[in-house]
């Protein structure tokens, strides 16, 4: 008759190669929602420098890695619904871009600065190459 001896290692070595895939796909999956993040974040090509300003500061723009088979306009939109500002930008040209405006108004009736206060948007007119989402800042009084 054959004897079967119990190897006490089997379910040690099953335990720690449990605990080893688990690690990984916890590792994986980490990683995965990490470059989601960053691909959400890059999900325009222009950048300002902060995401809340006061009447008065100057909005700073940036761009980086501008595709060189796109160009067309980035619009800065007022809260009223106006081009406050406007860039144009070519990456045939250039591959990054640079650009600022001050955040100033002329005093109309008793209203000094009514149209910059609230949400801008950053909106883009391709004429060629990708689009690009609406970003949106905020301006304070």
């Given amino acids: 008759m054959l004897s079967v001896k ?30 989601f993040e960053s691909q959400k974040q890059t999900d325009s090509l222009f950048y ?8 008065g500061d100057s909005v700073f723009i940036s761009a980086t890695r501008i595709p060189f088979d796109e160009r067309g306009y980035v619009y800065f939109i007022d809260p009223n619904g ?15 871009q640079t650009d600022y405006f001050k955040l100033e108004s002329i005093v109309i009736d008793d209203c000094n600065s009514c149209n910059l206060v609230g949400t801008w948007k950053m909106e883009y007119n391709v004429l060629n190459g990708k689009y690009y989402k609406i970003k949106t800042f905020e301006v304070m009084q």
Wanted: proline residues 2%; positive net charge.
């Fill in 82 to 96: 106006e081009i406050f500002h406007k860039i144009f930008y070519d990456g045939s040209k250039k591959s990054s």
């Fill in 48 to 55: 300002t420098n902060k995401q809340k300003y006061k009447i």
């Fill in 6 to 35: 119990k190897n006490k290692k089997i379910p040690l070595v099953v335990a720690s190669l449990s605990i080893v895939i688990v690690a990984i796909l916890v590792l994986v999956i980490g990683i995965g929602n990490f470059s």
